[in-house]
């Protein structure tokens, strides 16, 4: 039983009827999402600094109190076209706030003037810069949510193909990882899905992936060689037209042999963990927190 929070929240949405992605201007989504996501501020005492990691922007959010290496590096959704680490600010903080590590929240190139592989480089860009601050690849969890999710696994791959050390583990709320839109859900839960359209969900994917194969590995990470990847945790709310991708992702990660532990949360929206204030994402967020504690290892 969903809380009366929650489901106002998602009463809230259906009345709105967001409309199609393709019907309205990419700028005014693009303000609609910052003017929404406003509404979850981070705690009080949380700090932000912008810095350059290493060509793409980045955001340092650290809660109080909090000294140490010890990195939680992010990737924000947005269906490749939106967000920054500004409008997740709320649910970055609280993520520092509950887990005690800061975060490093990457402001990569967003589609359609910047497609594929641009966003993949530049959270590769920023991982590096961060190693070469002599942050220990084990002090590292990468995460994101939604398009963020599907880049933290496309991340991770390009990195194993380069040879490259992999973070402790990876977390991922809600990941887009077959922007083929392959998923039974796709269809089965468009009615109920307060969020997305499936017009709205095949559009982005085409801003993002140009003229690339959208089964592409590292734009639809669903279909990547998995195998060597660090522990893995997946949150997803059950009333998504992605929910099968989360399903068809875990299913995946074991049969490549990769830890992966799938939370899937009953009657919930597409990222509700970025309403900071409902109970479920205090509970999801401390959740992934917990997750973050048990596999970070602290720097010398």
Same mark, same amino acid.
């Given at each position: 039983?969903?809380?009366?929070?929650? *489901?106002?929240?998602?009463?809230? +949405?259906?009345? +709105?009827?967001?409309?199609?992605?393709?019907?309205?201007?990419?700028?005014?989504?693009?303000?609609?999402?910052? @003017?929404?996501?406003?509404?979850?501020?981070?705690?009080?005492?949380?700090?932000?600094?912008?810095?350059?990691?290493?060509?793409?922007?980045?955001?340092?959010?650290?809660?109080?109190?909090?000294?140490?290496?010890?990195?939680?590096?992010?990737?924000?959704?947005?269906?490749?076209?939106?967000?920054?680490?500004?409008?997740?600010?709320?649910?970055?903080?609280?993520?520092?706030?509950?887990?005690?590590?800061?975060?490093?929240?990457?402001?990569?190139?967003?589609?359609?003037?910047?497609?594929?592989?641009?966003?993949?480089?530049?959270?590769?860009?920023?991982?590096?810069?961060?190693?070469?601050?002599?942050?220990?690849?084990?002090?590292?969890?990468?995460?994101?949510?939604?398009?963020?999710?599907?880049?933290?696994?496309?991340?991770?791959?390009?990195?194993?193909? *380069?040879?490259?050390?992999?973070?402790?583990?990876?977390?991922?709320?809600?990941?887009?990882?077959?922007?083929?839109?392959?998923?039974?859900? +796709?269809?089965?839960?468009?009615?109920? @899905?307060?969020?997305?359209?499936?017009?709205?969900?095949?559009? +982005?994917?085409?801003?993002?992936?140009?003229?690339?194969?959208?089964?592409?590995?590292?734009?639809?990470?669903?279909?990547?060689?998995?195998?060597?990847?660090?522990?893995?945790?997946?949150?997803?709310?059950?009333?998504?037209?992605?929910?099968?991708?989360?399903?068809?992702?875990?299913?995946?990660?074991?049969?490549?042999?990769?830890?992966?532990?799938?939370?899937?949360?009953?009657?919930?929206?597409?990222?509700?963990?970025?309403?900071?204030?409902?109970?479920?994402?205090?509970?999801?967020?401390?959740?992934?927190?917990?997750?973050?504690?048990?596999?970070?290892?602290?720097?010398?």
């Amino acid at each position: 039983m969903i809380s009366r929070d929650a *489901k106002n929240v998602m009463d809230a +949405m259906f009345r +709105m009827k967001i409309p199609n992605v393709h019907e309205i201007p990419i700028a005014m989504c693009r303000q609609g999402l910052a @003017d929404l996501m406003s509404f979850s501020p981070p705690p009080d005492g949380c700090a932000i600094e912008e810095v350059n990691a290493g060509g793409p922007p980045a955001l340092w959010i650290r809660a109080a109190g909090i000294q140490g290496q010890e990195t939680i590096f992010y990737l924000h959704g947005g269906g490749y076209t939106m967000g920054s680490p500004w409008t997740h600010k709320g649910i970055t903080g609280v993520l520092s706030e509950m887990s005690q590590v800061r975060v490093l929240s990457v402001d990569y190139r967003l589609a359609p003037e910047n497609p594929h592989p641009a966003a993949v480089e530049d959270a590769v860009a920023a991982y590096r810069w961060l190693l070469k601050q002599g942050v220990p690849a084990k002090s590292i969890v990468i995460g994101g949510d939604s398009a963020g999710g599907g880049l933290t696994f496309a991340t991770m791959v390009a990195l194993k193909e *380069k040879g490259e050390p992999l973070p402790a583990a990876a977390f991922t709320i809600s990941p887009w990882v077959d922007l083929s839109a392959a998923g039974d859900t +796709m269809l089965s839960k468009a009615e109920i @899905d307060p969020m997305f359209t499936a017009s709205s969900i095949r559009y +982005m994917a085409g801003l993002y992936a140009d003229q690339v194969d959208l089964r592409s590995p590292l734009i639809s990470p669903l279909y990547a060689d998995l195998a060597g990847l660090p522990p893995i945790l997946i949150h997803v709310g059950t009333l998504e037209m992605l929910h099968s991708d989360s399903l068809r992702m875990a299913r995946a990660l074991r049969q490549a042999n990769v830890q992966c532990t799938l939370k899937e949360w009953e009657n919930l929206f597409h990222v509700f963990h970025s309403v900071v204030r409902l109970p479920e994402a205090k509970k999801a967020t401390a959740e992934i927190a917990a997750f973050v504690q048990r596999h970070i290892i602290k720097s010398s």
